[in-house]
Structure formats: structure tokens, C-alpha cells
């Protein structure tokens, strides 16, 4: 794929964000890996005035230096450090979905209420500490939070995914946002009956391949 087509399907996915209710104005960012250089969205840019240009460019190695008509967004720290520190992180999709961000406020990991939890590598979703967003304390919590996992939550402030794809990490961005509305609402009623060890370590080994192909 071309640079301008990831650009572009950067900005399409931003818009897909919106459109699902994973994220609300421009408070997400997703990124992708193109080569040695990481491609984020912009800084407070309405994804609907968008433009392929726009889309910030930065070095895999570097520390912030970036090329483009427009700042990168301010959670580039993150970003980066997931792409250049992890082979498997192709994008990466940060939001504020209402219940993963519910969760977070609550300081609330989310146990093996469900065999899906599986798809996110490991038996938990694992919260992130609170740090200001965009800071360097944050990178370090969310790369913590992260080992192992495809997914985390952020306290008192949202999620993250990553994926092999663009369209895998938003895929594991609609799965979470489903898996933690799921639940808020089991809370609701006396809590879930959890699964075991055994059980999750059983779905992930029969889910090889499962969700969107790349």
C-alpha cells in the first residue's frame, strides 16, 4: 500500500471512530507504521476537514521531531513507543468510548467476564495509571499496561488497541468498547461469573486467525 492510501485510510478510520461511537470530536488518534516512520492524525483537526497532507510523519527512532503542515496529536508518545518497541504493532487507535472510559474513571480493570477477552492476549484488560495526557509518565503506563496485550485501559481517560492492521486495531476497538458496555452492565446485577485460567488459555488457542483477516 502507498503512503497516501494509508493516509488516507487513517482519515477513513478516524471518520469510522465517530460514525461507530468509539470516540466523540477529536479527542482519538490512531497511527500507523509506514516503513522506518510512524503516520498519526493531527492535533485537533475535525477528521471531516481532514486532508492526506495533514497527516503528521515521524521517525521510529526519533523524539518527537515530525514533518507536515500540522502537529502530530499530542498522545504521540505513546504512539510511538508502541510502534518502535513492538513487531507486532502495524496501528495503533486510541479513543474515549463511554464505557471503557466509564471503566477508567472507576479505576476498574475488566476480568475474564467473557471468553473474547482472549482476543486482547491474556485473561485481563489491564488499566493503565492516571498521568497528564501527552506526557512521558503516560507512555511509560500505557507501555506497562500494554506488555502482552493488544488492549488497555487508561484511568480517567480512555483506551487503547493496538492491531496488525488498521483495520484489525479498530476491530479490537469495537470488540472492547463491547466487551467493557458488557460489563458495566453485569455491575449492574450482582457481577459476572468469571471464567477460569484454563478456560481463557482453551479460547485462545482455538481462536488462531479469528476476527478480521489482513
Given at each position: 500500500m502507498s503512503?497516501?492510501?494509508?493516509r488516507k485510510e487513517i482519515i477513513e478510520y478516524c471518520l469510522e471512530m465517530n460514525a461507530l461511537g468509539i470516540n466523540q470530536g477529536t479527542s482519538g488518534n490512531i497511527s500507523a507504521k509506514y516503513g522506518d516512520r510512524m503516520l498519526i492524525s493531527p492535533s485537533a483537526t475535525p477528521y471531516s476537514k481532514c486532508k492526506p497532507e495533514m497527516i503528521a510523519s515521524m521517525p521510529l527512532d526519533g523524539d518527537g521531531e515530525w514533518d507536515g503542515p500540522r502537529k502530530p496529536s499530542?498522545?504521540?508518545?505513546?504512539h510511538l513507543a508502541l510502534h518502535s518497541t513492538r513487531d507486532d504493532v502495524q496501528s495503533v487507535v486510541h479513543a474515549h468510548p463511554i464505557y471503557c472510559t466509564t471503566l477508567a474513571m472507576a479505576r476498574k480493570t475488566i476480568p475474564a467476564c467473557h471468553y473474547m477477552i482472549a482476543a486482547f492476549g491474556g485473561n485481563t484488560i489491564e488499566l493503565a495509571d492516571y498521568a497528564l495526557f501527552g506526557s512521558a509518565e503516560l507512555n511509560r503506563h500505557v507501555l506497562k499496561a500494554m506488555k502482552n496485550r493488544t488492549a488497555c485501559l487508561m484511568a480517567n481517560h480512555g483506551m487503547c488497541t493496538v492491531g496488525?492492521?488498521?483495520?484489525?486495531?479498530m476491530w479490537r476497538a469495537v470488540e472492547l468498547e463491547t466487551l467493557a458496555h458488557q460489563?458495566?452492565?453485569t455491575l449492574q446485577i450482582g457481577g459476572p461469573v468469571?471464567?477460569?485460567?484454563?478456560?481463557?488459555?482453551?479460547?485462545?488457542?482455538s481462536m488462531s486467525g479469528y476476527g478480521v483477516q489482513d
Open positions: 503512503e497516501l492510501n494509508v499530542t498522545e504521540w508518545r505513546f496488525e492492521s488498521l483495520e484489525k486495531a460489563y458495566f452492565n468469571l471464567l477460569s485460567d484454563r478456560q481463557i488459555a482453551a479460547t485462545a488457542k
